[in-house]
C-alpha cells in the first residue's frame, strides 16, 4: 500500500494544532485539581458557558470583538469565583467525593441554563479569525484551526510565566504542596482556592471561544470536557506538563483516528490511549503517585 | 503572676473538637525574650494549645492576644505576617521545592511585588529579591549551617535536616515569636545536641521570644526560663525548669500515680549531663 506522506503530515500538523485546544482546557483542569484536590468534572460546561457568554457579548448586544472577548472572559472569571464561594467552598474538608459531586451538578445546572437562556439550538459564533489559508510546505491548514492553535499557545505562555514569577503562582504551587504549611507561612490559602477557581474558569472561557468560532456552539458542547478528562487523566490530574504533552497528544490520536479509520473511531481511539496509559501509569504520564489515594 | 505588656496572652482558653475538651480553661502569659516550654503527658493538649496560638484551631471560650491585640478572630495566615512563625510536630516543607525555595517561602507574607512588577523583574521585584537573598542566603542559611544543601530537593533530606530547614522558613518569616513544636522529636542524641545548639543561637542571634512544646525533658530543662504543664487539657503547674522539676503533682501526671521519686531521679538524669556538658 502506498503511504500518503504529505497527507500523514498534514493530518497530524492539524490533529496537534487541534489538540492545543485540549491543552489549554487541559490546563484549566489542573489549575483547580493542583490548589484544590477537586476533580471539577463540569470542565466541559465551563467551556460552554465561556462561548454563550461571547455569544451574547458578539452576536446579541453586537459589542465589539476586542471588549467583547475580555468581557466573556472576565465574566467567566467571575462565574468560576462564585462556583468556588457558594459550592465548593462550603465542602471544605469534607470528603473529595462531595465536592466531585457537586462538580457533576454544576455541569447540569450550567446546560439547564443555557438551555432556558439561549436554547438548545446550535448557534454560530461571530468570524474573528482570519480566514485566509495556511500552508506550511504542501500542506494546507484550516486557518481557524492554526489561530486557535496560535491564541492558545499564548494563552498557555502566559499562564507559565505568570505562575512561574508572580507570586500568586508561587502561593498556589506552595498550597498545591503542602497546605498547612502555606497557612504557616502566611499564604490566605482560602484565597488561593478562589484564584484558582478564576483562572480556570477564565482559561475554559478562552478554549470555549475558540471551540465554539471552530464548531458552532450548542448546549451539549460539554461533551469536549469528556476528551480534556482523558487528557488530563493521560497527563496525570496535577501536572500542567502533564495537561500540555498529553493535550498534543490525545489530539494527534484523534485526528489520525478520524483520518484514517473514519470519524466514529475518534474517542475510541482517545479511549485505548487512556486505558493503555492507566495500565502502564496509573497515575498518568507526569503525576505524582500520591493521587492514588483518591 | 502577669507579666507586664506580654507578647502572647491567653485568657480562659478552651477548645473543644467533637465534645471532647482538648484544653480547658488555660490561661499564660508569654513575656517577651522569654523561652517557654509547654510541656505534658500525650494527649495532654500541647499541640492543640499551641495550634490555637497560631490560629489553626479556634477556641470556642476564652481569648488570644498579641501585644495587646485580640487575635482571636484573626486566621492563620494573617498571624503568620504579624509575627508569628511556627513549625510542625510532623514536618510541613513544600516538597518538590528545593531547601532555598522552602525558606524564601518564608517570607511570602511580606513581599509587595505585584504580577507586573514580577514578569518584568522591574523596581520593586528586584530590590525585594535582592533583598530578601541577602537575608536569607548570608544570615539564615549561613546560621543554621545548611549552605551545602540549599539546592537540594528537601524531600531527599534526613529527617534532621528537614526540621532544620523548617526552622530556616520559620525565621525567614521575620517572627517576634518563633513557635517550635517538638524540634527535636524523632531525633538521635547528636542531632537533638545539634538542635538544641542552634535554637540557643538562634535566641541570641535574633533576639526572639520563643514558645517550645517538648517531650525531651534535657532539652527543656537546658532551654527554657519558664515551663508550663498540661494535663487533661489544664495547666497542672508552671515556674522555672527547677520549680517543675520539683512539683509532685507533675510527676503524678507523668507516672500516672505512684513513685514520685522514681520519676524526680528520672528527670534529674535526663538534665545532668546536658548540664555538665555545658
Redesign the interface.
Known sequence: MDMDWGYLFEVSLTSVMGGGLYALAGLAFVMVYKATRVVNLAIGEMLMAGSYLFFTFAAMWALPLWLAIPAAVLASGVLGAVIERTMIRPLLGEPPISAFMVTIGLGSVLVGLVEMIWSADQRRLPDFLPTQAITVGDAFLAPKIFWGAVIASVFITAVL??FR????G??L??TA??Q??????????PRVFSLSWVVSAMLAAVSGIIVGSIGGISSSMGVFGLTVLVVVIVGGLDSVLGALVAGLLVGLVEGLAGAYLGGEYKLLATFIVLVFILMVRPYGLFG?REIERL | MAIENPLIRCENVTVSASGKKLVEDVTFELGPGKFVALIGPNGAGKTSLFNTISGFYRPSQGHITFKGQDITRIPAPRRAKMGLGRSFQNIALFRGMTVLDNIKLGRHAHLKTNVFDALLYLGRARREEAELRRDVEERIIDFLEIDHIRHAPVSALSYGLQKRVEMARALAMQPEILMLDEPVAGMNREETEDMARFILDVRAEWGVTVLMVEHDMGMVMDLSDHVVVLNFGQVIARGTPAQVQADPEVARAYLGSGNVDELRERLRAAARPRAEAA
Not at chain 1, 165 to 168: F, N, Q, T, V
Open positions: 510565566l505568570v514569577y508572580w507570586r500568586g508561587v502561593a504551587r506552595a504542596s503542602d498547612a504549611a502555606a497557612y504557616a507561612v502566611g499564604i490566605n490559602v505524582t
